[in-house]
């Protein structure tokens, strides 16, 4: 009881002097009140600006750390595997006599292996599905656009929203590295699908990525 009683006491006796601290003290001709009243008000506006810039400042390391990735590097090493993948189901088009505009959808199955899916028939469809898996440079192409692509499309909406709207995305502040060293394509790649594996599907969709990634030619045929 005599450590709550002390404890009171103390709280009191601050309170007090805290109360006499803002009180300004009475002068005849008002002027010292005056003084002491702008002292206060000028108190009162410092303190205020102490808390504005720490929503500030980080927001400017948040922009700092995005310009540390080189996006325009990242999309080049992108495109190119979509160029190839693009080109080389194109030549499969051509190969089996389907029309240019015909739609493909190549995902991976549960086993890894290439899938083909599209109107065409189901032989056609089965060997231009053998051709892929057989295909070393296709596969490695398109492992590697399975990864990168959905990390890179992750990035590049966030800074776009970040630039639209002044928004900072926590998520892309948790995958990008104080470190330049760590920014690599790779290194995001793997942040980004550690990232993935700890949040649910549906806070995934909600983001536009699907964990499942999927290529499709001629999308609006």
Do not use: C, W
Request: glycine share 4%.
């Amino acid at each position: 009881m005599s450590l709550l009683t002390s404890l009171i006491r103390a709280s009191t006796q601050f309170q007090q002097a805290m109360e006499k601290r803002q009180t300004p003290p009475a002068a005849p001709d008002g002027a010292p009140g005056k003084t002491q009243t702008k002292t206060v008000e000028t108190e009162t506006i410092s303190g205020d600006d102490r808390f504005t810039p720490s929503e500030n400042s980080q927001s400017d390391i948040a922009r700092l750390k995005a310009r540390r990735l080189a996006m325009t590097d990242y999309k080049q090493t992108v495109g190119q595997d979509l160029a190839f993948v693009r080109e080389t189901l194109r030549h499969k088009l051509a190969e089996y006599n389907l029309h240019p505009a015909t739609a493909l959808n190549v995902s991976k199955n549960e086993s890894g292996s290439v899938a083909v899916e599209g109107k065409i028939a189901d032989n056609t469809r089965a060997q231009i599905e053998k051709d892929l898996n057989v295909n070393k440079n296709f596969k490695e192409a398109f492992n590697r656009l399975s990864v990168n692509e959905p990390t890179l499309h992750f990035m590049d909406n966030a800074l776009k929203l970040n630039q639209a709207y002044g928004v900072n995305n926590p998520l892309l502040d948790t995958l990008i590295s104080e470190n330049q060293q760590f920014n690599g394509l790779q290194d995001l790649v793997h942040r980004y699908d550690t990232m993935r594996r700890s949040v649910s599907a549906e806070q995934m969709e909600a983001a536009g990525n699907s964990r499942a990634y999927a290529f499709t030619l001629n999308a609006r045929a």
